[in-house]
Nanobody, 122 residues
Framework: QVQLVESGGGLVQAGGSLRLSCAAS????????MGWFRQAPGKEREFVVS????????SYADSVKGRFIITRDNAKNMVYLQMNSLKPGDTAVYYC???????????????WGQGTQVTVSS
């Protein structure tokens, strides 16, 4: 079983950048597809991005395409989300997730972190 801990959230002005980190323990993430989801107040959790086990394939939500970049370092058991050109609409709790296969559905992921808050001010 893999445990996930996110960090790197905070308050940033619109147009700014943040880099989220996800530290995994218990099992090598090389066995898992990895993803990021987010949940804004009063809204359902939504897909942000997922990446294949090898890191060779990534799929982004249209709302973040061209602004966010997912990377993974299987040797360090880390996953990152570089978020650029942030908008107030990106404000949410961001969750790291691990699963058997990539996909945009939260049901594709079995393991979740506790989340980290990202707030973008206008």
């Amino acid at each position: 079983q893999v445990q996930l801990v996110e960090s790197g959230g905070g308050l940033v002005q619109a147009g700014g950048s943040l880099r989220l980190s996800c530290a995994a323990s218990g099992v090598s993430i090389s066995w898992y597809a990895m993803g990021w989801f987010r949940q804004a107040p009063g809204k359902e959790r939504e897909f942000v991005v997922s990446m294949s086990r090898s890191g060779g394939t990534a799929s982004y939500a249209d709302s973040v395409k061209g602004r966010f970049i997912i990377t993974r370092d299987n040797a360090k058991n880390m996953v990152y989300l570089q978020m650029n050109s942030l908008k107030p609409g990106d404000t949410a709790v961001y969750y790291c997730a691990a699963g058997e296969s990539t996909g945009s559905s939260s049901g594709s992921f079995n393991y979740w972190g506790q989340g980290t808050q990202v707030t973008v001010s206008s």
